[in-house]
């Protein structure tokens, strides 16, 4: 019985140190299979990086002011005489060329003055020719008188000859003398009647010349019951309708030139500075997502609102196919008229944060960021001092110290140190 129990005792003894053999040697296996493949990863692991590559752009961003389509100038067609609107031959939206006839205003009371500044004109022309009947009387008389005077006066030479010699009475002679000087009266008398009856037909002239000016009054007047379209263009607006009575100056229609359409914004007298006259600035439209329009300052308005402070700019929009119509929602963005420099994000500076306070202000100008490069096949960084600039939106201006397209380390998984190899992230790869 002692010697079976002492072979208990024994077997017992043996198990137990087999199975502490056994959990001994498995950790040590492990240890001895693992920890060569640790060392091998944290030698030849990379840190990942965010990269991008340097680009030129502007700290300030393009602010969106909008407005609303206008057609570049709307004509008010009115009426220039009274009168009933008989027809009206056109309605909003239909295109109309200058010197299309619109509408048409009863003309009866105008035919009426026509009629009668004509008939005048024939009383005038009557008169006219008394006038000029005269004037041929009056040159009659001249020739008359002028012959009467020349008989007379060679009358009274031959009898003043004839008294000389005794043949005759001095009185005789003396009558035929007085004879001619008579004579020669009646002749100054009928030229200045020649020169008052011209008068009379310059006079006559002039009243048939000022009735023809009252006739071609009358008949343009006429005419303006004839209402036609001043441009080429589009009704935009129909302000009557016919049956109405139209008095002078009345409005009719409305017609827009779409050519080109002008936008009008409002800019703050704070960013005016951006604008000039003839820029080309790029304008969207709602009403054509897909499209982009091109406008150009034409007018910058010399006054601001004194309350809101900002600036009526106008553009304007080439619309050649007339596709823009009036009343669209336009958005416009004046690009920055200051230099560019290279821009990158705050993130990339090594530091830029902690250290942004602890520099002095002689210091804080510079900044540190890591370069991308190529060995061979592995990837580095290299540390790189650079001036910087104003910052603004979480982004900072590069003076000098990187190039437009090298490329810099955005962030990091972990912080980096000149030389540490890294490999690129996939968003690096995409932006590339």
Do not use: C, H, M, W
């Given at each position: 019985m002692l010697q079976t129990k002492h072979i208990k005792v024994t077997i017992l003894q043996v198990g137990i140190l087999i199975a502490l053999q056994g959990c001994s040697l498995i950790p040590k296996t492990e240890t001895q299979t693992q920890t060569p493949s640790s060392g091998v990863q944290r030698r030849e692991r990379a840190t990942a990086v965010d990269a991008a590559s340097a680009q030129i752009g502007s700290l300030r961003e393009e602010r969106e002011y909008t407005g609303t389509t206008l057609p570049m100038r709307i004509v008010s067609v009115r009426a220039q005489v009274e009168g009933r609107l008989l027809e009206l031959n056109t309605d909003v939206g239909e295109r109309v060329i200058k010197g299309n006839i619109l509408a048409r205003l009863d003309d009866r009371i105008l035919e009426t003055a026509v009629t009668q500044a004509e008939a005048e004109l024939a009383s005038r022309l009557s008169e006219l020719a008394r006038a000029e009947t005269q004037v041929a009387n009056a040159r009659t008389a001249v020739e008359q008188a002028r012959i009467q005077w020349q008989q007379a006066e060679s009358d009274a030479a031959r009898l003043q000859l004839l008294a000389r010699e005794g043949a005759i009475s001095e009185q005789l002679a003396e009558q035929a003398q007085t004879k001619a000087q008579t004579a020669k009266q009646a002749l100054r008398s009928a030229e200045v009647q020649v020169r008052t009856e011209k008068q009379a037909v310059a006079a006559a002239k002039a009243r048939v010349d000022a009735q023809r000016a009252v006739i071609e009054q009358a008949r343009e007047r006429r005419s303006y019951a004839l209402i036609t379209a001043p441009i080429t263009g589009t009704v935009v607006e129909k302000v009557t309708e016919p049956g109405n009575l139209v008095q002078p100056g009345g409005e009719i229609v409305k017609i827009g030139d779409f050519s080109s359409v002008k936008v009008i914004v409002q800019v703050s007298e704070l960013e005016l500075n951006q604008v000039r006259i003839g820029q080309l600035v790029p304008v969207r439209l709602d009403a054509f997502p897909e499209k982009r329009f091109q406008g150009e300052v034409i007018r910058i308005s010399p006054q601001a609102d004194p309350i809101a402070r900002l600036v009526p700019v106008e553009l304007s929009i080439?619309?050649?196919?007339?596709?823009?119509?009036?009343?669209?929602?336009?958005?416009?963005?004046?690009?920055?008229?200051?230099?560019?420099?290279?821009?990158?994000?705050?993130?990339?500076?090594?530091?830029?944060?902690?250290?942004?306070?602890?520099?002095?202000?002689?210091?804080?100008?510079?900044?540190?960021?890591?370069?991308?490069?190529?060995?061979?096949?592995?990837?580095?960084?290299?540390?790189?001092?650079?001036?910087?600039?104003?910052?603004?939106?979480?982004?900072?201006?590069?003076?000098?110290?990187?190039?437009?397209?090298?490329?810099?380390?955005?962030?990091?998984?972990?912080?980096?140190?000149?030389g540490d190899a890294v490999r690129l992230s996939v968003l690096s790869e995409k932006s590339r």
């Open positions: 080439a619309n050649p196919d007339e596709q823009i119509s009036s009343g669209l929602l336009a958005r416009v963005k004046f690009a920055p008229t200051g230099s560019e420099r290279i821009i990158i994000p705050e993130t990339a500076l090594q530091g830029s944060r902690q250290g942004g306070e602890r520099q002095g202000r002689q210091t804080r100008s510079q900044g540190t960021i890591f370069i991308i490069t190529e060995e061979g096949k592995k990837t580095k960084v290299l540390a790189r001092s650079v001036q910087l600039g104003a910052r603004a939106n979480g982004q900072v201006e590069i003076l000098s110290g990187l190039n437009p397209g090298e490329r810099y380390v955005i962030r990091s998984e972990k912080p980096l140190k000149d």
